[in-house]
Nanobody, 122 residues
Framework: VQLQASGGGLVQSGGSLRLSCAASGGTFSRYSMGWFRQAPGKEREFVSGIARSGGSTNYADSVKGRFSISMDNAKSSVFLQMNDLKPEDTAVYYC????????????????WGQGTQVTVSS
């Protein structure tokens, strides 16, 4: 499967963005899907994940209550709604696919999207 992420951009603190990730060329239902981010000079970190059944979601503590992940199986897509953005959310965001029921960390990620830049100004 290949992943194509989009939706990043420049936004002021407190603003919102919606990231999209479209999968193609594989069986979408095999994978749990997640979003990760990497800021300059830092390691890539888990942001949010959704089970391949769509039945459960999980979030990093830093984004709980502000970000929401969802999935559209008919469109083989996953979304990340980001509200109340803060300057510390600035990073390149990557969608990821893991062939397991759930995804909660970077271990075992099989497929990465190309990344989309999110910049939050203060």
């Amino acid at each position: 499967v290949q992943l194509q992420a989009s939706g990043g951009g420049l936004v002021q603190s407190g603003g919102s963005l919606r990231l999209s990730c479209a999968a193609s060329g594989g069986t979408f239902s095999r994978y749990s899907m997640g979003w990760f981010r990497q800021a300059p000079g830092k390691e890539r970190e888990f942001v949010s994940g959704i089970a391949r059944s769509g039945g459960s979601t999980n979030y990093a503590d830093s984004v709980k209550g502000r970000f929401s992940i969802s999935m559209d199986n008919a469109k083989s897509s996953v979304f990340l709604q980001m509200n109340d953005l803060k300057p510390e959310d600035t990073a390149v965001y990557y969608c990821a696919a893991k062939p397991t029921p759930v995804i909660t960390n970077i271990n075992g990620v099989e497929v990465w999207g190309q990344g989309t830049q999110v910049t939050v100004s203060s």
